[in-house]
């Protein structure tokens, strides 16, 4: 038997192998290409299994290879692909101002979107051989029925901005030789949070994780609290245009005392994890903001140190200890140190399961209102310290006769806080209360209640206006503001958005809260024609139960 010494002359075997492997990279890469360009090539069929030995004679095909190996570059093949291209072509600063929408961007998203859901019932068997698109438009005749919007500025866009569509350029010169407008585009927006939402992030950064997800985090699967804000979602505007708004009004009344503007500060504890100056920093916050401050009772500051450290106007949050004379001497405290109004909280006999705290096994700061009267040191090795206090000190009997007790042992209007269904709200108007709260506690207390905003219209009906309603829990935009203002709350409260402004930035960070809220009220109710806010009514918005209900 010869054996060949040529070095090409390698075993049979590891060659074909080798010439397999090298065919099957070269169809696999150009099955790629035929894949992605498909549409253009019309070469769907060109490699398959079965045609493998066809690639060969493709191979050759100069014209063809030159085709199959360009990309698809450049050429929009429709018209959102010119949004990629107009967003690799413009300083972030143009595109963002082109390409963006409101707030959340719900509608931006849903004019798009709505299109979508729109499906066709085409019919057959009509001679299209001739389509005709032109249209007329109040007389003129046009090639289609598509016209171009107006839209502002768009030497930013093109140096020739306008003249594109046919309108006389002058020169883009002058923009591009401002050194300050350069100098102001090419700087990034950093740091400065622009909503509330941002102050979240801003929070999580500067706050010890336990601290953080205790502030952040609700009770169990976390379905409530998600539905809390996304609730607000659903609801939409009808807006009502042609009212002079050149001046808005915010302001309203709550238990007869005048606030800048229907947003409210909601009893959360321990505002010293979020920052050292702790519910002073809050209550300056609040004061300088002109509204009102529920201060909790599980404060890190005292009663007294809150009521000495600005002129707020101040109402007090309840918890009722399971040792009675603790609850009534704090509300007596309160009620010499001028705060309005008791608030007490219902939906906490005991604490919700928090499973982030669970984890952390959550503590039990110093909490000086109730130092030295109710003990805060809690053996519970598993699980949150938290929710050991809760349990030991918190008096799970309280029940409606008890809100006779209270009244017995204060003059000050007492509000109750954590309401949802109509029963409910009836029985607090019998049983004579200055105020309901519509709440779920912010969802940190019994997953599964519905977000407060989709039952805020049932309560406002069981009360029939016979004391105000409020409504916290999800409150997080102006349009929330004003939606729950549309569906009957006298004003809103926020929970998370303040201790996240307070962990963020302290005082200034809360103000800042405040103040967005507020600047987006505004905007609302002006862009919904609503001078003032009595002027926000039913009409001006459209919930979920009413979409469905004009589709049966
Ligand atoms: C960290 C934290 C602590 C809270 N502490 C109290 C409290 O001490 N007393 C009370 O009545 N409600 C308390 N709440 C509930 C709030 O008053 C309010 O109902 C809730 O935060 C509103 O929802 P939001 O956070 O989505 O705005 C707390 C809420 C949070 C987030
Ligand atoms: C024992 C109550 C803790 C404060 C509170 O209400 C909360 O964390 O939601």
Redesign the pocket.
């Known amino acids: 038997m010869v054996q060949s010494s040529n070095s090409t002359s390698q075993p049979l075997k590891p060659r074909i192998l080798h010439q397999a492997i090298q065919d099957w990279q070269v169809r696999e890469a150009l099955s790629r290409t035929l894949l992605t360009n498909r549409h253009l090539t019309g070469f769907d069929s060109a490699y398959s299994p079965q045609n493998a030995s066809s690639i060969k004679s493709l191979e050759s095909y100069p014209s063809i290879n030159a085709h199959v190996s360009r990309i698809m570059e450049g050429e929009p093949v429709n018209v959102n692909e010119f949004q990629e291209l107009a967003r690799q072509a413009l300083p972030k600063m143009y595109y963002d101002f082109f390409s963006g929408g409101a707030e959340d961007q719900y509608t931006l998203k849903e004019n798009v979107e709505a299109f979508r859901r729109i499906t066709f019932r085409p019919r057959i068997l009509v001679d299209v051989s001739r389509i005709n698109l032109s249209t007329t438009v109040l007389g003129y005749k046009i090639s289609a029925p598509i016209m171009v919007a107006p839209s502002a500025m768009h030497k930013l866009a093109h140096p020739e901005g306008p003249n594109l569509l046919g309108r006389n350029a002058s020169s883009i010169k002058s923009l591009d030789s401002n050194p300050s407008i350069n100098a102001h585009v090419s700087r990034i927006m950093e740091g400065e949070p622009v909503n509330v939402n941002e102050f979240q992030e801003l929070a999580r950064q500067a706050l010890p994780k336990m601290y953080y997800d ?1 502030y952040s985090g609700g009770a169990e699967d976390q379905y409530t609290l998600k539905e809390n804000v996304e609730a607000f979602h659903r609801i939409t505007f009808r807006p009502r245009i042609l009212v002079d708004v050149s001046r808005i009004n915010l302001s309203t009344t709550v238990l007869g005392y005048k606030i800048s503007a229907p947003v409210m500060v909601a009893p ?3 505002h010293k994890l979020a920052h050292p100056e702790g519910e002073i920093a809050t209550a300056r916050a609040a004061a300088a903001s002109n509204t009102i401050m529920v201060l ?1 009772s ?1 404060s890190s500051c005292t009663i007294e140190e809150v009521a000495s450290s600005c002129n707020a106007i101040r109402f007090f949050q309840l ?1 009722v200890y399971k040792n009675r004379d603790v609850a009534a001497q704090l509300v007596q405290r309160a009620e010499r140190n001028g705060y309005k109004a008791i608030v007490l ?1 219902v939906d ?1 006999p005991m ?2 399961r928090r499973e982030a705290d669970i984890k952390n096994k959550m503590i039990v700061p110093p909490l000086k209102n109730i130092e030295g009267l109710v003990s805060t040191e809690v053996d519970n090795d598993e699980g949150s310290i ?1 929710e050991g ?2 349990k030991g ?2 008096d799970a009997s309280l029940c409606w006769r008890d809100i006779g007790w209270l009244r017995s042992i204060t003059n000050l209007p007492i509000l109750i806080k954590g309401v949802l269904t109509r029963e409910d709200a009836i029985k607090a108007t019998e049983v004579g209360v200055a105020g309901i709260v519509v709440s779920n ?2 969802a ?2 019994l997953d599964y209640t519905p977000a407060t905003i989709t039952v805020l219209e049932e309560v406002v009906h069981a009360v029939g206006g016979k004391v105000p309603v409020f409504l916290d829990g999800g409150v997080r935009r102006g349009t929330d503001v004003f939606k729950a203002l549309a569906l009957g709350a006298q004003a809103v409260l926020i929970g998370r958005p303040v201790v996240y402004g307070l962990a963020a930035k302290g005082e200034y960070g809360v103000r800042k809260v405040i103040h967005m809220l507020k600047d987006e009220l505004e905007l609302t109710m002006a862009l919904s024609g609503c001078p003032s806010v009595k002027d926000i009514t039913r009409s001006h918005v459209r919930t979920e139960h009413e979409k469905i209900h004009s589709l049966l």
């Open positions: 205790y959360s504890a321990m909790s599980m918890y909280t906490a604490l919700g938290l206090f809760a000190a918190l506690h912010g940190r207390q």
